[in-house]
């Protein structure tokens, strides 16, 4: 398990009244830019990406930037989160810009370095997760990755004994209700039982919604995982450290 935190039993004392009040027995968490920095890492080996092609084969770096990030939303929509898709969009890249020396493939080397990063844990994450406990909660982590990866983040941030049930989906496709409702079965909830929290408007907002969870809703870094209507009673934050302070805001 994580390190013990300091005890704070005021603050666990009204969680529980909050969440005992409202029915709500379990929390349920997106992984990826919700408890941990994921979106920053990709910004990151893309812009370095970026840097090194635009220079070694004389492109304006703000456009390449700019063309790459739009290739990679488009292969997202078609192949998920595979880390396979991005040799479709070094093939895209080189096919875009008549690359013929063989410098934009070849650097897809940089842009794996996105799985061998370990992520930051967004402020909050370890005193909310013992509090949610302290309170009696159960807690699962619903996420849409590769496996191994999604593994490695977990064992590289010691956060896996927080959870009662982990659930992966297939990266190959997209996170949706079905994902859900297996975790709440596998927790023994109902989804009227359930928090759920998330950066996906459609992966998790929606689908959370129309299974009839409660939501709290944290605006991902990614555009595409902001497109749609929220809906109505959705609590929104702006960091997972006011996840406590926003449960009032429930109904």
């Keep these: 398990m994580g390190m013990i935190l300091t005890e704070r039993p005021a603050e666990v004392l009204n969680t529980k009244e909050v969440l005992t009040r409202l029915g709500i027995k379990g929390i349920l968490y997106d992984l990826d830019d919700t408890l941990i920095y994921t979106a920053e890492i990709f910004g990151r080996w893309m812009g370095i990406y970026a840097d090194v092609i635009a220079r070694e084969i004389g492109l304006d770096r703000e456009m390449f930037y700019t063309t790459l990030s739009r290739i990679n939303d488009e292969e997202y929509k078609k192949m998920g989160v595979s880390p396979l898709r ?9 096919e875009t810009f008549g690359d013929e020396t063989g410098v934009i493939v070849g650097g897809l080397d940089i842009l794996l370095n996105i799985y061998r990063t370990v992520p930051r844990a967004r402020p909050g994450l370890l005193t909310t997760l ?10 699962a982590l619903i996420t849409h990755a590769n496996v191994e990866w999604t593994d490695w983040k977990i064992d590289s941030l010691g956060i896996r004994d927080w959870f009662d049930t982990i659930l992966i989906a297939d990266e190959n496709g ?14 023994g909830l109902l989804p009227r039982e359930c928090l759920v929290v998330g950066d996906n408007l459609n992966g998790d907002v929606i689908p959370a919604a129309t299974l009839g969870a409660r939501r709290v809703w944290m605006p991902s870094p990614w555009s595409v995982y902001r497109d749609g209507v929220v809906p109505e009673g959705t609590v ?3 960091e997972f450290d006011e996840l406590l302070g926003a449960l009032d805001r429930l109904r």
């Excluded at 969009?89 to 080189?94: F, M």
């Excluded at 013992?130 to 807690?139: I, L, P, S, W």
């Design 236 to 238: 929104q934050i702006g």
């Design 86 to 94: 991005w040799n479709m969009v070094v093939n895209r890249l080189e």
């Design 130 to 139: 013992q509090t949610m406990r302290e309170a009696g909660q159960k807690q």
């Design 174 to 187: 997209h996170k949706g209700a079905e994902h859900w409702t297996s975790a709440m079965a596998r927790s």
